[in-house]
C-alpha cells in the first residue's frame, strides 16, 4: 500500500476538523471525528481498504478509551493516532503481509498508534500556544469595542494553527512516513526481536486504557460486577457486543426497580407512622 500526496492531503484536512473547537465545540470534531473508532472509517475510505481501516481504527480505541483532556492536559493526541497512526498502521500490515482480522494486525496498529499519538502531543501543545496569539488580538479588540473582528478570532485566524500544526505534519508524515514504514520490511524481518516486542506491548496496550476507565467510574467493590459478568459472557457464551449490551439493560433495569422499591419502603413507613401520631393526638384530644 502506498499514500499518495492527494490521500495525505485529504487526511491533514480531517485531521485539522477533528481538532477545531468551531466543529460543534469539539462535540463533533475532537470527541467524533478524533477518535480512532471514526478515524478508521475514515482512513479507510481514503486509502481504499474499508475493512482495515476499521479494524486498525478499533483496535486502537480501546488503548484509548478512556482519553480526556481535563484542563488541556493531554498525554495523547488522538488527531495524530486516528490521521497518522492509522494510515502508518495499514501500510505496515499490509506490507509484513498480515490478515486485517489477525491479532497480531492489531497489535502491529496499537503499537503504531501508541508511538505516534505521543509524537502527536507536541502538535497539540503547539496548536494551543499559537492560538494564545489570536486570543490576545481578540482581547484588544474588544477592548476597542470592535467586535466584529472576532469572528476573525473565532474563525479565521486558528486555521493559521491547525494548518501548521495539524495539516502539513499529517501530510508529510503521511507521504514519507509511508515509505519508511514500507522500507522497514526489510530491516525488521516478522521473526526478529523488535517485532515480536511490538506485538507484545501492543497486546498489553488496551490493558491500560480499561485500567484508566475503570479507575473513572469503580468507586467500590461491587462496581466490578457488571465487568465480569459482561466478561464471562463473552468468554463462556460467544456473544457479541450487541447480545452483551441487551444482558445489561435487562440487569440495570432489574437494579433500577430494586433501588425504587427500597426507596418507596423506606419512605412510605415515615410518612404512616406520622399520620397515625396526629390520629392517636387526636383520639386523646
Known amino acids: 500500500m502506498t499514500i499518495s500526496w492527494v490521500q495525505a492531503a485529504i487526511l491533514g484536512v480531517f485531521a485539522c476538523l477533528s481538532s477545531l473547537p468551531g466543529m460543534a465545540g469539539t462535540t463533533i470534531g475532537n470527541y467524533t471525528l478524533g477518535r480512532p473508532l471514526v478515524g478508521g472509517l475514515v482512513?479507510?475510505?481514503?486509502?481504499?481498504?474499508?475493512?482495515l481501516g476499521i479494524m486498525c481504527g478499533v483496535a486502537m480505541q480501546l488503548v484509548y478509551i478512556a482519553l480526556v483532556t481535563p484542563g488541556g492536559t493531554v498525554s495523547a493526541d488522538v488527531r495524530a493516532i486516528s490521521y497518522i497512526g492509522i494510515p502508518l498502521a495499514m501500510v505496515a500490515i499490509q506490507s509484513q503481509g498480515l490478515a486485517a482480522t489477525s491479532a497480531s494486525a492489531a497489535n502491529l496498529a496499537k503499537s503504531m498508534g501508541t508511538l505516534v499519538g505521543t509524537i502527536g502531543t507536541v502538535l497539540f501543545y503547539g496548536t494551543a500556544t499559537l492560538n494564545l496569539v489570536w486570543q490576545h488580538m481578540g482581547w484588544r479588540d474588544v477592548e476597542k469595542g470592535d467586535f466584529k473582528k472576532l469572528y476573525a478570532v473565532n474563525w479565521g485566524w486558528p486555521w493559521i494553527s491547525h494548518l501548521?500544526?495539524?495539516?502539513?505534519?499529517?501530510?508529510i508524515m503521511c507521504k514519507w512516513g509511508a515509505d519508511a514504514v514500507t522500507a522497514l520490511k526489510t530491516a525488521l524481518p516478522m521473526d526478529g526481536i523488535p517485532m515480536k516486542t511490538l506485538f507484545t506491548v501492543g497486546a498489553m496496550l488496551?490493558?491500560?486504557g480499561i485500567a484508566i476507565l475503570l479507575k473513572q467510574i469503580v468507586e467500590s467493590a461491587m462496581d466490578f460486577v457488571p465487568f465480569f459478568v459482561g466478561f464471562t459472557l463473552a468468554a463462556s457464551l460467544s456473544l457479541n457486543l450487541v447480545s452483551c449490551a441487551v444482558i445489561s439493560l435487562i440487569f440495570?433495569?432489574?437494579?433500577?426497580?430494586?433501588e425504587m422499591?427500597?426507596?418507596?419502603r423506606t419512605t412510605v413507613p415515615a410518612g404512616g407512622g406520622a399520620v397515625d401520631d396526629d390520629d392517636d393526638d387526636e383520639e386523646d384530644i
Open 43 to 51: 482512513c479507510g475510505l481514503v486509502l481504499g481498504d474499508l475493512k
Open 164 to 171: 501548521l500544526f495539524s495539516f502539513i505534519p499529517t501530510l
Open 206 to 208: 488496551p490493558c491500560v
Open 252 to 258: 440495570a433495569l432489574l437494579f433500577y426497580n430494586l
Open 261 to 264: 422499591a427500597k426507596n418507596a
